[in-house]
């Protein structure tokens, strides 16, 4: 599988600031995937990051709020904009490049908290 | 809607062998994931089902029944490193339903 690796792995951020996540992977992947996990919860899909075009957003996530670029196949990045407390999670990237099955792999995370 | 079901958590001994439930309602399945998330790091896949049965991988089995959206993750010789969350997922249209996962604590 992929190696995968997020950077920052953690951040303490100020209210009303930005943070950007990169999202680097060590082969070309077709599908990238950005998560948040809150504390004790399960994974909640932000977007998907398509190459050389807009984000696909779920519901509840707004690019303005969360604006993706993906500018080739093995990098991406999550911006968390104008943060508030409650931003504060686990986002994970994650990869899925199989022409059989959709399994993803999981960068390491990068935990945030916002004061 | 799209609904996965597991035990927030569970708990077995050290040597043991425990079962984690997964139900599942979704509009449409590819397939059906079970990852293993220790405390602080990342999910990892453990295994995939597509076909009725059970596939087994060492220590580790994962049984399907489509008929019954049913799948059950089987852990045998349980060892303290188990100790972690394990998380069904179901491939429902190409995107992935997750579940709320389980706990598994492993006492000595």
């Known amino acids: 599988s992929a190696v995968i690796s997020q950077k920052p792995s953690r951040d303490i951020c100020q209210r009303g600031t930005s943070l950007t996540i990169q999202c680097q992977v060590d082969?070309?992947?077709?599908?990238m995937f950005w998560y948040r996990q809150q504390p004790g919860q399960s994974l909640t899909l932000i977007a998907t990051?398509?190459?050389?075009?807009?984000?696909?957003?779920e519901s509840g996530f707004v690019i303005d709020k969360f604006p993706i670029s993906r500018p080739n196949l093995t990098f991406s990045t999550l911006t968390v904009s104008n943060m508030s407390p409650e931003d504060s999670s686990i986002y994970l990237c994650?990869?899925?490049?199989?022409?059989?099955?959709?399994?993803?792999?999981f960068g390491p995370g990068t935990r945030l908290t916002v004061l | 809607g799209q609904n996965i079901d597991q035990p927030t958590e569970m708990t077995a001994t050290e040597g043991a062998i425990v079962q984690i439930n997964c139900t599942y309602q979704?509009?449409?399945?590819?397939?059906l994931f079970w990852y293993q998330q220790h405390a602080g790091e990342a999910p990892t896949f453990l295994s995939y089902?597509?076909l009725d049965g059970l596939e087994e991988k060492g220590r580790f089995s994962s049984f399907l029944s489509r008929s019954k959206g049913y799948s059950y993750l089987l852990l045998k010789e349980l060892q303290m490193k188990d100790s972690a969350s394990y998380l069904c997922?179901?491939?429902?249209?190409?995107?992935?339903?997750w579940g709320a996962g389980t706990k598994l604590i492993i006492k000595p």
């Open positions: 994650s990869v899925a490049d199989s022409m059989e099955t959709d399994t993803q792999y």
């Open positions: 082969s070309q992947v077709t599908m």
């Open positions: 990051a398509n190459q050389g075009s807009e984000a696909t957003y």
């Open positions: 979704t509009s449409g399945f590819n397939g």
């Open positions: 089902n597509v």
């Open positions: 997922a179901v491939d429902s249209n190409y995107q992935l339903i």
